[in-house]
């Protein structure tokens, strides 16, 4: 009894969870209150100029190293954290909406994104500078934008797309090496055509974990439990197999579940 009740639980954890992601999954971020005399606007990267008093400001390539995250409007976010009416709240972690420029080239879900020459404004990351995330959706041709002018050093004005793109916070050199959950992200981006949000992919490799679980689990238990009575009493032959023909009709349900479970999130 006490088995089966382990494996009802297992069982109802991988529906609420199923079920869960599709009510934090939309804003799935966590910010903090911060100090400015600056107003933003809702995904502008800032840095953090002040540590003493908590004072942010837009970031640039002379305060880029001290880059903290991206502007959020109030309640955007999963989680805020001192909260009030005279502060600026800054998402460092999870998935926001970040302004970015085509300055360095259109962007396409898993490409680095570094700061542009435009203050507190993102762009395709050049591969050596600091870069404050992930994309996970694009900012191309077809994607809305406005148009901004600025003047390079030699006097010439360009024209720059900007516009927004779905951002995975990972603040960090752009040299560094891709980590694990990114490989896998990029990977379900390429079965998908489409990008994965990091919550949702962290959300179907815990249901794909539970799964594998449920089923080792009820294997082992149902088959420890078999050979015990088989060897207590060795004529219950076809009881044996019995239970195991059960257990392997379960375990193949578990398993199509969890699938469809990891499918309807990712996809």
Avoid: C, W
Avoid at 101 to 124: H, R, T, V, W
Avoid at 187 to 216: D, E, H, M, N, W
Wanted: net charge positive; aromatic share 8%.
């Amino acid at each position: 009894m006490r088995k089966q009740f382990i494996l009802f639980v297992i069982l109802s954890l991988l529906t609420l969870i199923a079920s869960g992601p599709m009510t934090f999954a939309v804003s799935a971020s966590i910010s903090k209150a911060y100090n400015s005399s600056e107003k933003f606007i809702d995904g502008e990267i800032v840095s953090l100029v002040n540590p003493k008093t908590n004072v942010v400001a837009l970031s640039d390539y002379h305060n880029q190293s001290s880059m903290i995250g991206i502007v959020e409007g109030e309640n955007q976010g999963l989680v805020s954290i001192d909260p009030n009416l005279s502060s600026v709240q800054v998402a460092s972690y999870g998935d926001v909406e970040a302004i970015v420029s085509n300055l360095n080239g259109f962007i396409s879900p898993g490409d680095k994104i570094a700061l542009s020459p435009i203050s507190g404004i993102g762009m395709k990351s050049n591969g050596t500078s600091q870069i404050i995330g992930i994309a996970e959706s694009s900012f191309n041709s077809s994607s809305k934008y406005i148009s901004e002018s600025i003047q390079t050093t030699s006097g010439k004005k360009i024209i720059t797309r900007v516009g927004y793109v779905r951002l995975l916070i990972m603040i960090g050199s752009g040299q560094g090496n891709v980590s694990i959950i990114q490989r896998v992200q990029n990977f379900a981006q390429s079965l998908t055509g489409k990008p994965v949000s990091y919550t949702r992919l962290i959300v179907a490799l815990i249901i794909a974990a539970l799964g594998i679980v449920s089923v080792v689990t009820l294997i082992y238990s149902g088959v420890d439990g078999t050979l015990i009575s088989f060897g207590r009493n060795p004529l219950a032959k076809d009881n044996f197999f019995k239970v195991l023909k059960n257990i392997s009709i379960i375990s193949v349900l578990i398993i199509i579940l969890t699938l469809i479970l990891v499918y309807i999130l990712i996809y």
